[in-house]
């Protein structure tokens, strides 16, 4: 039997309530999750009040005294904004945030990046070489604490006015094959982003997948009458477009039996975690037991 791959969870439902409007903690979600059967909290940046050592020792703590490991730290790092000095900052946070990442999950442990917005004055070589030379200067850092770099085919972190600039599947394998071949590099695969993006999920993966470092099982639905042209509109503010949705894994657009056979194929054993619960815990609940069985099931 090959190694299974483990499930985590990640609060989409609390996102606003945890990173903007703080009227929930992370050590509030921490709690909550004690009886989700998963093995894993996800974490994002913007969960966290303070950088401080302690601080983030703290979290460390809760999430390791509720019974998980943290396999993951979702970060946002805008790569090809037009201003040098923006890029500089956005660098020198992605630094930060692998070493947060480090003492969180400690070796093996996956840091997302992004490759940043898709500026209207900025051509897709231009977009290419600072994402790549940016994700190329974080390497060392990574290497030094044993943390894997997971590029996401990413649709558009909430913070941002436009979408990510390597959200087509094209721009995005070229930017993973800008990256040279590490294992403290790698793929952080989410199928219903390629959806978003119009692309096929499991070709995407077919491209990309002996490069997957980690796996996001989210599952999308579009409100009646909605087509993925009208994302469109969303160019411009903030935010994900309404007329995307969340639900349940395994119940929306994704092949996923497809996405693991794909996974199994190539012995994928990293981590898979939920991006679930918009509709409440027992949504969260559903998606990770759909998660359980078809992990046993593909992985026996």
Same mark, same amino acid.
């Given at each position: 039997m090959s190694k299974r791959p483990r499930i985590s969870a990640f609060p989409k439902c609390y996102l606003d309530a945890i990173s903007h409007e703080r009227s929930m903690s992370v050590f509030d979600w921490i709690d909550m999750a004690r009886d989700l059967d998963a093995d894993g909290l996800e974490m994002y940046e913007g969960f966290f009040t303070s950088t401080d050592a302690d601080y983030i020792a703290s979290v460390a703590g809760a999430i390791r005294d509720a019974g998980f490991e943290m396999p993951m730290l979702c970060c946002s790092p805008d790569f090809t904004h037009p201003d040098p000095a923006k890029r500089s900052e956005a660098l020198e946070y992605q630094q930060q945030m692998i070493r947060i990442a480090h003492q969180l999950g400690g070796e093996g442990v996956v840091c997302r990046v992004l490759s940043g917005q898709r500026w209207p004055e900025l051509s897709r070589e231009q977009g290419l070489e600072y994402a790549s030379q940016a994700i190329k200067d974080c390497l060392p850092l !990574? #290497?030094? *604490?044993? /943390?894997? *770099?997971? *590029? #996401?085919?990413?649709?558009?972190?909430g913070h941002w006015l436009y979408a990510e600039f390597a959200q087509q599947m094209d721009v995005f394998v070229e930017l993973v094959e800008r990256i040279p071949d590490s294992q403290y590099?790698?793929?952080?695969?989410?199928? =219903?982003? %390629? /959806?978003? !993006?119009?692309?096929?999920? /499991?070709?995407? *993966? &077919?491209?990309? !997948? #002996? +490069? /997957?470092?980690?796996?996001? %099982? =989210?599952? +999308?639905?579009?409100?009646?009458? %909605? &087509?993925? %042209?009208?994302?469109r509109s969303a160019e411009g503010a903030a935010g994900y477009a309404e007329i995307l949705k969340h639900g349940v894994t395994g119940q929306g657009i994704n092949d996923y039996d497809a996405i693991f056979r794909k996974l199994h194929e190539v012995k994928y054993s990293g981590w898979i975690s939920i991006e679930d619960g918009m509709n409440g815990m027992d949504e969260m609940a559903a998606s990770l037991k759909f998660l359980r069985e078809n992990v046993a099931h593909y992985w026996s």
């Open positions: !990574a #290497e030094e *604490l044993g /943390v894997v *770099l997971g *590029l #996401e085919n990413h649709y558009k972190d590099f790698g793929v952080q695969y989410d199928p =219903s982003n %390629a /959806v978003v !993006a119009g692309d096929d999920p /499991v070709e995407l *993966l &077919e491209k990309v !997948a #002996e +490069r /997957v470092v980690s796996v996001h %099982a =989210s599952d +999308r639905f579009l409100v009646s009458g %909605a &087509e993925l %042209a009208d994302l």
